[in-house]
């Protein structure tokens, strides 16, 4: 069984694995803040989870909730 595809079930072929595509790629991010309002005010305050494990694990400061 040998047969190649005709020139209409080739663009065919080529259309739905488009339109696949199209169909299931992810969506495009929208333009907005590049910073999330709970990032923009960690920056705002100073804070910094980095730190304030290292001095725990230093035993320098308790955890505060």
Same mark, same amino acid.
């Given at each position: 069984?040998?047969? +190649?595809?005709?020139?209409?079930?080739? +663009?065919?072929?080529?259309?739905?694995?488009?339109?696949?595509?199209?169909? +299931?790629?992810?969506?495009?991010?929208?333009?907005?803040?590049?910073?999330?309002?709970?990032?923009?005010?960690?920056l705002?305050?100073?804070?910094?989870?980095?730190?304030?494990?290292?001095?725990?694990?230093?035993?320098? +400061?308790?955890?505060?909730?």
């Amino acid at each position: 069984m040998d047969r +190649t595809a005709s020139a209409d079930e080739a +663009t065919a072929i080529a259309a739905a694995i488009a339109r696949f595509e199209a169909d +299931t790629a992810p969506a495009v991010a929208a333009e907005g803040e590049a910073v999330s309002p709970w990032q923009r005010a960690a920056l705002a305050e100073g804070v910094g989870a980095k730190g304030i494990v290292q001095r725990h694990l230093e035993g320098e +400061t308790q955890w505060q909730s």
